[in-house]
């Protein structure tokens, strides 16, 4: 195999290894959303105001997969 | 690769905007969407406080909900005194609220996926808030490095990562933004090229395969709405956070 071809098989393998961080978030939102499910059975009428706090660390969690995904695609388009 | 193949980030190109007086000084459709967002804010506040009825209609409901709510963000983030930034969240909000909802439809551009975009708004934030520290308590802001209660053998380890954390703000709060809009954009291109792939390559069978990621495509322009609207609140109490950091030290 040619020097080239061999650099875009590691730009792939490489962008697919980048995903990897995403099993972290998922980890984190699983935790966000159990810890918030169980939150509201015990206390079903702070729901609304819990629910604020948990969007939040959802889209503050979220964004950890997406810097892995940002680095995925750095690595395939540059 | 053989057949028609995914661009997923033909779409985020630059084209310029507004024929040939904009492309004479390099208006671009980016800034048409944000001409577009601006526009929209204010008309929105034109139309639905002209009336100032008691009873409010629609549009007028809207505009109040709108008000209330980020009056509410600011009050109970940055404190009583909090009001006097309210101007800059609220249109932190709207302008980013609208930007990325201008982005949903088709044919239009979402202009909070360029990180050149975001990363000037964050880094305004930035500057300002590190501004109204310096402003509020003058050098003593820079005790905010120093966490109270340490013991003083651990200052020079932890003064160094306070600081990097500090400085770390607009990097995560700009590429929160931007990615989270590009990924939405991508996926979507990536879910359309699916149904592209599928009919060009499998014929009548495709074309009945192709109903699934159409569905999913569906599906994600909820997702896509829910960020949209998380996003820029997101983006507003980070910026709520950091001034109450300025204006209280912690």
Known sequence: MDPAQTALLAKDIGGGLATIGVAGAGVGIGNLFGAFVSAVGRNPAARDTMFRDVLLGFALTEAVALYALVIALIILFT | ?250
């Open chain 2, 1 to 250: 690769m053989a057949g028609p193949s995914i661009d997923a980030l033909g779409q985020f190109r630059l084209t310029t905007g507004l024929g040939p007086v904009g492309a004479s000084v390099n208006f671009t459709n980016s800034n048409e969407a944000m001409l577009g967002a601006a526009v929209i804010i204010v008309a929105l506040f034109a139309v639905g406080l002209r009336a100032g009825a008691i009873v409010p209609g629609r549009v007028q409901a809207l505009v109040e909900i709108l008000y209330e709510f980020i009056r509410s963000m600011c009050l109970d983030t940055i404190g009583e005194d909090g009001m006097r930034f309210f101007p800059l969240v609220f249109t932190l909000f709207t302008f980013i609220l609208l930007g990325n909802m201008i982005g949903l439809f088709p044919y239009f551009f979402a202009f909070t996926s360029h990180i050149a975009v975001t990363l000037t708004l964050a880094m305004f934030v930035f500057v300002f808030t590190t501004g109204v520290g310096f402003y509020t308590h003058g050098f003593k802001f820079l005790k905010f490095f120093v966490p109270p209660g340490v013991p003083g053998w651990l200052l020079p380890l932890l003064v160094p990562i306070e600081i990097i954390s500090y400085l770390s703000r607009p990097v995560s709060l700009s590429i929160r933004l931007f990615a989270n809009m590009t990924a939405g954009h991508v996926m979507w291109e990536v879910f359309a090229g699916f149904m592209i792939l599928l009919t060009a390559s499998l014929g009548v069978f495709g074309i009945i395969a192709a109903i699934i990621p159409l569905g999913l495509n569906v599906a994600l322009v909820a997702l896509e709405l829910l960020v949209a609207g998380l996003q820029a609140y997101v983006f507003a109490i980070l910026t709520c956070l950091y001034l109450h950091d300025a204006v209280h030290m912690h």
